[in-house]
């Protein structure tokens, strides 16, 4: 195969660089794949599962736009019915009917969830769940997991961050996942001063493997909240909708206070929604949390739209199994070149790691080489499984990986990586 190259994409960027701090700034940056120079920067176009840089090139997208897109991009079904609405108004000085209607809409979808607020990013909606707790319960700590991420307010980012400083931790409070004892031993701390558990469904770290709850784990949260009088909050901005599409608690079997949408909800449309149960209903109406384009219009009738043909595709059965068959082959395919290839987490959005070398530079040449050939693999993160990701684009993906991993089996059996 051909490996691709870059040029307009870093002419764009040389221009970006004088106007914009970093070029690129935030986890669309270059910086976050290694080498950078075996990643586009800029994308001109998309369409199922796929995208094209500014150059040409063509990659088959297992990021998804960091998780939006699960129905393929330029979904003519979601597509549709932002266009027809635009056609009628978008942002205006009342609130669009849509509003009520996807409140419905998800009300009728997620399970245990009694009503619908909505804003625009996963931390928008991640902040205001804390907001509600402390409301709820009059107290101001939130228990939250060790490497666990829920946005970029200041209490959610970690310690040493520049212009994060020690006072937005103050009450946040952060334990190892899985791990009830450590759970009762921080509210044994703060008797009576703990207002919400925020955690992922399961634990997503960056450059870490998943981890996935163990047997019971989510009960026993749930049991000491129920006990305790503490808000429990599921951030199901990831993993919403790739799971089941009565929440990912319905796949693990718990029920929580408060849940966190976004990135899929509306495939690629900008809005988050926070949902909760009737008794949190009045403490959410208490909270005082807006936006100037948090009521768009078109970003609701997307997420209808996306909800219903989500639903009739079965769409989360679907992205387990085609995930499942798919890194599957590929674990099978390392092996057969001597390298170990671990997937973790489910595998509608696994991370997948090669772990055959502890400095991880191994892995990074692989996804680069796969990068370079035209499936968009990314080295610190979990990777998405879109509908599009259909039997075509699966059979592409493995010809690009056996070619990579031949490329950095024989660069590793000269004493040198791929780059």
């Known amino acids: 195969m051909d490996t691709y190259s870059y040029k307009q994409s870093q002419a764009l960027f040389e221009r970006a660089v004088s106007v914009i701090p970093c070029g690129v700034p935030g986890h669309m940056s270059p910086a976050v794949n290694i080498p950078p120079s075996a990643y586009p920067i800029y994308a001109a176009r998309a369409e199922g599962a796929c995208f094209w840089d500014v150059d040409g090139n063509e990659f088959i997208d297992y990021m998804c736009g960091y998780g939006p897109m699960i129905l393929g991009y330029r979904n003519p079904v979601v597509d549709g019915a932002a266009r027809r609405q635009a056609d009628e108004a978008d942002l205006t000085m009342c609130a669009s009917p849509k509003m009520v209607e996807l409140a419905e809409a998800l009300v009728d979808t997620v399970d245990a969830m009694d009503w619908a607020f909505f804003a625009k990013n996963g931390g928008d909606v991640t902040n205001y769940a804390a907001m509600v707790a402390r409301s709820a319960t009059g ?24 212009g994060i400083l020690e006072e937005d931790h103050a009450h946040t409070l952060r334990i190892p996942w899985n791990d009830t004892a450590a759970f009762e031993q921080v509210i044994a701390e703060h008797p009576g001063n703990v207002a919400g558990f925020i955690a992922t469904p399961y634990h997503v770290p960056t450059f870490y493997d998943n981890v996935l709850p163990d047997p019971g784990y989510w009960q026993k949260i749930e049991a000491i909240c129920r006990k305790e009088g503490i808000v429990l909050i599921v951030d199901d901005i990831r993993h919403g909708f790739r799971l089941d599409m009565k929440g990912s608690h319905v796949h693990y079997g718990f029920t929580p206070d408060l849940v966190c949408y976004c990135k899929a909800l509306a495939n690629g449309y900008p809005i988050s929604a926070l949902m909760g149960t009737e008794a949190m209903k009045n403490e959410a109406a208490k909270v005082f949390y807006t936006g100037s384009y948090w009521y768009q219009a078109v970003p609701m009738a997307a997420a209808l739209a996306c909800l219903e043909e989500l639903k009739r595709l079965d769409a989360p059965a679907w992205m387990l199994r085609q995930g499942a068959d798919l890194f599957g082959k590929m674990e099978a395919m390392a092996a057969n070149y001597g390298f170990h290839l671990k997937v973790t987490g489910e595998p509608s959005m696994p991370n997948v790691r090669l772990t055959d070398d502890p400095s991880g530079m191994l892995h990074q040449a692989w996804c680069a080489e796969c990068t370079k050939r035209g499936a968009f693999f990314a080295s610190h993160h979990n990777w998405f499984i879109s509908t599009a990701h259909d039997d075509e684009v699966v059979a592409r993906t493995l010809a690009i990986c056996d070619e990579a991993f031949q490329v950095i089996k024989d660069a590793a059996e000269k004493g040198r990586l791929a780059s």
């Open 139 to 162: 107290r101001k700590k939130i228990v939250a997991i060790k490497g666990g991420y829920h946005g970029v307010a200041p209490w959610m980012q970690a310690l040493g961050h520049h």
